[in-house]
């Protein structure tokens, strides 16, 4: 049968979670990962699907793909399909032509794991690749130290909390208390938590969410973020540790998280953590 692209839809989310948290393993590749679909949930389930793609053959779904934006697709293959022809031309043919209803006009990224085939055809096309960005893996095989400071597991009544130190740590689109309940309803978030650490004085000054793909699995940060008001004095480190340790807890292998590679902050304080640095991964762009 021909490969086939599709937008799963609100009833075709769990497949695509669950093929996403069977492809993790050990040793893969950085990729998509089923908490990044937790992550984009705060926009909702319906956004949520209109932002995924998928591509089958015989009915199996051998890629995932979701448009973290304007002009970026964040793209992953299963394991045993990283290296096969029809599935790498199908995805150049679809992300090339607008009217296939992946990408837009102009300026546009993708990420793909490093190896597949897919990263040659699109150098072949013309594509180029952009800034690298360092990706970051803690084993949880041995025990996790305390982190130093008071931590606490959001639920629904501490969703103002969370909500208010994501404000205070990223700039861009404010994150809020129903962004919050819109992810914590989303399939995804069953394996997942949301840690908020506080100082000495009773301040929230950090907080992560990390999600697991299932027992002896890689989890992710994925945000971490420090008040900009407390910054400096070892927070950053401090829940990302927290991080690790809940990850342990939920059963998950290792604990992943990926940064720019000229965000030389981000990394030393994964570093600091105990989180290794792994070779750097880089999208591919169309220039406008």
Not at 90 to 115: C, F, Y
Not at 119 to 128: I, P, R, T, V, Y
Not at 130 to 156: F, S
Request: with cysteine; net charge negative; hydrophobic share 40%.
């Amino acid at each position: 049968m021909a490969m086939v692209m599709g937008k799963p839809g609100i009833d075709g989310l769990s497949e695509a979670v669950g093929v996403l948290r069977e492809w993790q393993y050990e040793g893969a590749p950085m990729q998509l990962h089923p908490g990044d679909l937790g992550w984009f949930w705060r926009t909702g389930a319906e956004a949520t699907a209109a932002a995924v793609r998928t591509w089958s053959r015989d009915g199996r779904i051998l890629a995932v793909g979701l448009l973290d934006g304007p002009g970026l697709l964040r793209l992953t293959i299963a394991p045993d399909a990283l290296r096969d022809e029809e599935l790498a031309q199908k995805l150049v043919d679809d992300v090339t032509e607008p009217e296939r209803g992946v990408m837009p006009e102009g300026k546009a990224n993708i990420e793909s794991p490093t190896g597949a085939l897919v990263q040659d055809l699109l150098f072949e096309d013309g594509w180029d690749v952009d800034e690298p960005w360092t990706p970051l893996r803690r084993d949880l095989t041995e025990p996790v130290d305390d982190p130093g400071v008071r931590i606490e597991v959001v639920g629904p009544e501490q969703a103002h909390v969370f909500a208010a130190v994501q404000r205070a740590a990223f700039d861009g689109p404010r994150f809020t208390d129903k962004r919050w309940h819109a992810m914590a309803a989303g399939l995804p978030y069953a394996d997942a938590r949301c840690l908020v650490a506080y100082d000495d004085q009773g301040n929230a000054v950090a907080a992560v969410t990390v999600w697991s793909a299932g027992p002896g699995k890689p989890g992710l940060l994925e945000p971490m973020g420090v008040h900009r008001e407390h910054r400096g004095h070892g927070y950053g480190k401090a829940i990302s540790v927290a991080a690790a340790a809940a990850l342990q807890a939920l059963g998950s292998s290792s604990a992943l998280v990926c940064t720019p590679s000229s965000n030389v902050g981000a990394v030393a304080t994964y570093t600091s953590a105990g989180f290794q640095q792994r070779p750097e991964v880089r999208d591919h762009f169309r220039d406008a």
